[in-house]
Every structure is written in C-alpha cells, then in structure tokens.
C-alpha cells in the first residue's frame, strides 16, 4: 500500500513539473497602444510548443480568431467572442496568424510563433485587407530579424 501512494505522488508530482514548464503568454487587445491604434499587443509572440496565449479583451469591441490561411497543417484554429478573454494551447509548430474580426482591415492582426516557423512561407503568401497586408510585412521582417539573431 505504501509503494502505490509513493507511486502516485511521484505520478502526480512529475504531472505538475511538465504542466510548470509550459508557459502562458498575455496579449491584449487595445483601441490605442504602443503601435498605434486597434491593435494586440505583442502583436508577434514567439513560444514553445504546448504553451499557452491569453488573449485579453483589455478594451471592448474586439475578439481573437484565426486566420484559416495561416496556420500549420494540422493546427488548431480558435474563434474568440467579442469583448471576452480567450486562453489558446498551441501543441502544434508554426506560425498562425490571427485577427480581430472587426477591425481586420484597420491592421488589428497578429502572429504566433510556435517553436519553428515551418510553414513561414505558406503564411507569409496568404492576402489581407487594409492595413492588415502591411502589419503582416512588418511582422514577419520583426520574424526573420529575430531568427537572424538567434544564428
């Protein structure tokens, strides 16, 4: 009986340590930050696989969704409710682009990246609205400047 509790504990402990490791990254969504109006801040998160992104409705009149043409074959998309925090797991290696639905055209648009930016290319190619299409340059200049560094 005394090695099945141990036995369970350790289980239970070497469960906690995984679920510690992975992290939790906030991004909120805003009428006006630091990059101008109607936009997520950070607009480019990059995190490891199994890690999670909040996205919090900081300001009233935006969601979080993904963009169907800008994710890793395989992926996971989500769809947020307006005005409502959404917490997104990310299991699968990419880059997934995201929007807030209204302000799409106004360049409120984002990306993640998850572990390698396989399907950079594919995301890169896909087309936008407005403002998005240059927001989504401009992100992905910031993407191969950090993947630059890292070499």
Do not use: W
């Not at 999670?52 to 169907?68: L, M, R, W």
């Not at 990419?94 to 572990?115: I, W």
């Amino acid at each position: 009986m005394r090695k099945v509790v141990m036995l369970g504990a350790l289980v239970a402990a070497l469960g906690m340590a995984s679920a510690a490791n992975a992290a939790e990254v906030e991004v909120k969504m805003l009428n006006k930050g630091t990059e101008g109006v109607m936009v997520f801040e950070p607009a480019l998160v990059k995190i490891n696989p199994g890690d999670t992104v909040k996205f919090v409705a900081t300001d009233k009149g935006h969601n979080a969704e993904i963009i169907e043409t800008m994710m890793p074959e395989g992926g996971k998309g989500f769809v947020g409710k307006m005005n409502e925090e959404i917490a997104v797991t990310f299991d699968k290696p990419g880059v997934y682009g995201y929007k807030c639905k209204p302000h799409y055209g106004m360049g409120m648009v984002g990306l993640v990246v998850v572990g390698d930016a396989a399907n950079a290319d594919q995301a890169k190619a896909a087309t936008h609205p407005g403002k998005a299409k240059q927001i989504f340059s401009n992100l992905f200049d910031k993407l191969a400047a950090i993947k630059a560094a890292a070499k």
